[in-house]
């Protein structure tokens, strides 16, 4: 399975900013793809995920009314919709799927990764 996020950025605080998400190959192997985020000096941190069946999605609470996450399964695409940015929201936002887990899953349940965009917020 491959990913490629791209729609990174530069934008004003208070702005919004689209970013996307394609997969290729075998996605039928993986249940869910997650936006994931790293800044400078700062851990990995997940932001938010969402299931190719059924649309099920979560939120990290940083971001929670904020960000939409989103997916066209036609498409093999999934999209994070970023509003009220704020600067520290600046990061490089990564995609990665996941295959299918019996219990909540964790950034460590994440096997394929995208390359990253950075999405800059200016004060």
């Known amino acids: 399975v491959q990913l490629q996020a791209s729609g990174g950025g530069l934008v004003q605080a208070g702005g919004s900013l689209r970013i996307s998400c394609v997969a290729s190959?075998?996605?039928?192997?993986?249940?869910?793809v997650g936006w994931f985020r790293q800044a400078p000096g700062k851990e990995r941190e997940f932001v938010a995920a969402?299931?190719?069946?059924?649309?099920?999605?979560d939120y990290a609470d940083s971001v929670k009314g904020r960000f939409a996450i989103s997916r066209d399964n036609a498409k093999k695409m999934v999209f994070l919709q970023m509003n009220s940015l704020k600067p520290e929201d600046t990061a490089v936002y990564s995609c990665?799927?996941?295959?299918?887990?019996?219990?909540?899953?964790?950034?460590?349940?994440?096997?394929?990764w995208g390359q990253g965009t950075q999405v800059t917020v200016s004060s």
């Open positions: 990665a799927a996941r295959p299918p887990t019996l219990r909540p899953p964790k950034m460590t349940d994440y096997k394929y």
């Open positions: 969402i299931t190719w069946n059924n649309a099920n999605t």
């Open positions: 190959g075998h996605t039928s192997t993986t249940a869910a």
